[in-house]
């Protein structure tokens, strides 16, 4: 049971890995869209009659809080995927090492959780 829980961390490990900036790209892409719908309401130039004061200073908090959490991505993208390549370059110095004998067998390696950078 063991083997089968480390090769579906591996799996789902690798799986977030292959996709991370694709999954990250539709955050911003999502974001942007969201953003675009706040600001049609806080500008209301249909004039609605159902879009009340609370309702534009409710999308104007909703697009500043956006404008936080894009922010914080661009802010940390760069470092996850830099981390995401010295993780591979790693993993790959390991690969190489314990082909060559220099490592014994028994070495593990700990997987990078992006939960620790926070």
């Given amino acids: 049971m063991k083997n089968i829980n480390e090769m579906t961390n591996k799996g789902l490990y690798d799986l977030a890995k292959a996709t991370l900036s694709t999954m990250y790209f539709n955050c911003v892409i999502g974001m942007n869209e969201i953003q675009k719908e706040c600001w049609k309401m806080y500008r209301n130039l249909e004039n ?20 936080d959490k894009k922010f914080s991505m661009f802010q940390n993208g760069p470092a996850f995927m830099q981390l995401r390549e010295l993780h591979e370059e790693l993993d790959e110095l390991r690969k190489q090492a314990l082909g060559d004998g220099y490592i014994s067998d028994k070495f593990e390696s700990r997987s990078l959780n992006y939960r620790d950078l926070e």
Avoid: Q, V
């Fill in 48 to 67: 609605d009659p159902r879009i009340l004061t609370w309702h534009k200073i409710a999308a104007l908090r909703l697009a500043a809080d956006i404008n």
